[in-house]
């Protein structure tokens, strides 16, 4: 199958090469904006302030869940926080070392360089006992130590490590999850810190769409480590003219795409993929630009709702319920919240009892007496009982239902997802 044939979006030869690569720029960009520049060790990667040099092989950590103040991330998430890794295979394998995860959820997924979503370490694929994963590179033969537990072979240099680990409270489950995310650790063969340094030669914070010079540049090298996956073929690069007459009309438009997959009910979810994108490059480019980061389905889906069961967007200036009837809740093997977001930033809304998602780990969540879960979503408060998730006062918004763990009615798009009503 075409680009053309699946969207007039792509209508020119460069059109379709910045498709094609859009998500190996937006990754070094996501590099950039989430290595280090110090070690804490080994000190700044440069001695120059304004200096693109950073830390790979390094975890760092979010300790905390975000809340209202929080902008850097759209979308995010209330119920884990994140360890975040790039890895460069570069030098040779990295071992990557867990510790004892208990019950909790947790997982460690691995996207290559083009956002394919190609492994996991983790509960629900490793389990949660310690663990030493071995990551290496195309082309590497070499002896695995004993204490490896398992193997995985990167389809290139270049890796995005985006860890979630559940926590319940931000109190004494937070230090708990804190001291877990302290014992995730990167390192050689030889057991010395994997950490090295590299030049991440973007601004991270800049989101603008790159001129034709620095796209074909970022490019240009991400490709020497990360070529195309199996079976695609590309063409790079187009002429510098056609390369910058394409970018802002692509960038443009990948923005505004409509998402696919709509579940009924005013449901949709925006991303659905496995492990690889396959030939589907026009989608892949849409996530890399509005989704970059997004896991495999089998690791978590998130059907949307911005409308009501009458196709009407939802708005902070009225009341509406969302209700599962008996035994017909989320079908899920770890756990399922539902979250609020402001339609204007797709950031959480500030309210009176510190509410951002409500779900299944819920305190006192309520189960109606004939079984159902009905849930309130409204800027006032509805009174003692309801379940209630505050919504933004005279603004729209729109709601996520993660789903971590999905089962097979979730996988296969045969559950029935209610719609969200007026009241």
């Known amino acids: 199958m075409t680009l053309d044939s699946r969207s007039d979006l792509a209508t020119t030869g460069a059109e379709a090469c910045v498709i094609q690569t859009l998500p190996l720029f937006e990754m070094m960009r996501m590099r950039a904006a989430t290595t280090a520049r110090r070690h804490p060790t080994l000190g700044f990667a440069s001695d120059e302030p304004g200096s693109s040099w950073r830390w790979v092989n390094q975890f760092t950590h979010t300790h905390r869940r975000l809340g209202p103040d929080d902008r850097e991330v759209v979308s995010p998430n209330n119920d884990t926080v994140y360890s975040n890794a790039w890895i460069d295979l570069s030098q040779g394998p990295v071992l990557i070392e867990s510790p004892d995860m208990g019950e909790r959820y947790w997982t460690l997924g691995l996207l290559d360089a083009w956002t394919n979503p190609f492994a996991y370490v983790g509960r629900r694929t490793t389990g949660s006992r310690p663990q030493c994963t071995l990551v290496h590179g195309p082309g590497w033969r ?176 009225r009341r509406y319920e969302l209700r599962f009837a008996p035994d017909l809740g989320p079908r899920v093997d770890a756990f399922w919240s539902l979250t609020m977001y402001r339609r204007s930033d797709c950031l959480f809304v500030a309210n009176a009892i510190d509410r951002y998602s409500i779900g299944d780990r819920t305190p006192g969540l309520r189960t109606e007496p004939d079984g159902s879960i009905v849930i309130r979503l409204q800027a006032d408060d509805p009174g003692p009982g309801a379940n209630w998730l505050p919504a933004p006062a005279g603004e729209l918004f729109y709601v996520v239902l993660r789903l971590y763990q999905p089962r097979a009615e979730h996988l296969e798009l045969r559950f029935d997802y209610p719609p969200i009503r007026p009241i």
Request: aromatic share 4%; glycine share 12%; hydrophobic share 40%.
């Open 142 to 317: 070499g002896d695995i130590p004993a204490e490896v537990t398992s193997t995985i072979a990167a389809p290139g240099d270049d890796v995005w490590l985006i860890g979630r680990i559940l926590v319940d409270d931000d109190g004494p489950d937070a230090g708990r999850v804190r001291s877990l995310q302290q014992a995730l650790r990167l390192r050689r063969l030889d057991g010395g810190d994997a950490a090295m340094r590299v030049d991440a030669a973007l601004d991270g914070r800049d989101t603008r769409i790159p001129s034709a010079s620095h796209y074909r540049a970022v490019v240009d090298a991400a490709l020497r480590g990360n070529p195309p996956p199996d079976g695609e073929s590309l063409s790079w690069p187009p002429e510098d003219d056609a390369l910058a007459a394409a970018l802002p009309g692509v960038y443009e438009r990948l923005r505004t795409a409509g998402q696919p997959h709509a579940l009924g009910g005013g449901w949709a979810i925006p991303v659905m993929v496995r492990t690889h994108w396959g030939d589907d490059h026009l989608t892949r480019a849409r996530i890399a630009r509005n989704f970059i980061g997004a896991l495999g389905v089998d690791e978590a889906m998130y059907p949307t709702a911005e409308v009501d069961v009458a196709g009407e967007p939802l708005h902070g200036g």
